[in-house]
């Protein structure tokens, strides 16, 4: 076998479980994050963890500010969060993290902001997730100039997504979605377009005759 630290993998349920692992900072890989304890005020605090990779955050009462912490992460490739009990999240206190290339947002709140910002600073991302129970409001455009992989699971398409040329895979879970908003959303994706997933959005037969080109 080969040696490796039992704190490579950590998960935290307290502040008190936080401040445990960051004795051991150096040796973080992952981190998972569980519960109201890690909220926006918790997270601006974040330790510095120079070789963590990846962060979850599973019931984060997130509103926006806290993301600014996570420029305490300099080398975090995959953030996942699973949010609670927001109406609001604004994203524009999201640091730039050049090597960010999954993003995950589930329980998404009713109201975007900072999205302009949220571009720049998550423009390395190649493969995102977005996940609510209604379809949210947002103050700008998502367009994502390196993103290859788009998952929505909403009960429709969201029209401030802007689907770039780079798109290689389109996941759609919409189930209040038309043929309309899906063959509007097709139209944007690029002929070079490999995989596309409609599992529970009510699409017609006509609609699928159409995927041909």
Same mark, same amino acid.
């Given at each position: ?20 692992? $960051? ?6 890989? =992952? ?10 005020? +918790? ?8 070789? *963590? $990779? ?17 420029? =305490? ?6 953030? %996942?969060?699973?949010?609670?009990? !927001? =109406? ?21 709140? =009713? ?15 190649? $493969? ?13 455009? *998502?367009?994502?100039?390196?993103? $290859? ?19 290689? +895979? ?12 899906? +063959?509007?959303?097709? !139209?944007?994706?690029?002929? %070079? ?12 037969? +006509? ?7």
């Amino acid at each position: 076998g080969v040696r490796f630290s039992i704190h490579a993998r950590s998960a935290c349920w307290t502040a008190d479980d936080l401040e445990d692992v $960051e004795q051991h900072a150096a040796k973080v890989w =992952s981190l998972d994050l569980h519960g109201r304890s890690f909220d926006d005020a +918790r997270l601006a605090a974040l330790p510095h963890f120079a070789a *963590l $990779e990846i962060l979850e955050l599973h019931g984060a009462p997130l509103t926006g500010p806290g993301l600014a912490g996570l420029a =305490s992460l300099p080398s975090l490739r995959v953030l %996942r969060v699973r949010l609670a009990d !927001a =109406s609001r999240l604004d994203l524009a206190a999201l640091p730039h993290l050049p090597r960010l290339e999954v993003l995950s947002l589930t329980g998404m709140p =009713s109201e975007l902001a900072g999205v302009a910002a949220f571009v720049t600073a998550a423009a390395s991302v190649t $493969e995102l997730s977005l996940a609510a129970a209604t379809v949210p409001r947002a103050d700008g455009s *998502l367009r994502l100039p390196a993103l $290859e992989q788009l998952t929505v699971e909403m009960p429709r398409i969201p029209p401030w997504i802007t689907i770039p040329p780079t798109l290689r +895979r389109l996941t759609v879970h919409a189930s209040a979605a038309t043929d309309d908003d899906v +063959r509007h959303a097709l !139209a944007a994706c690029p002929d %070079r377009l490999e995989t596309l997933g409609l599992r529970g959005t009510p699409v017609s037969d +006509r609609l699928l005759a159409e995927l041909a080109r």
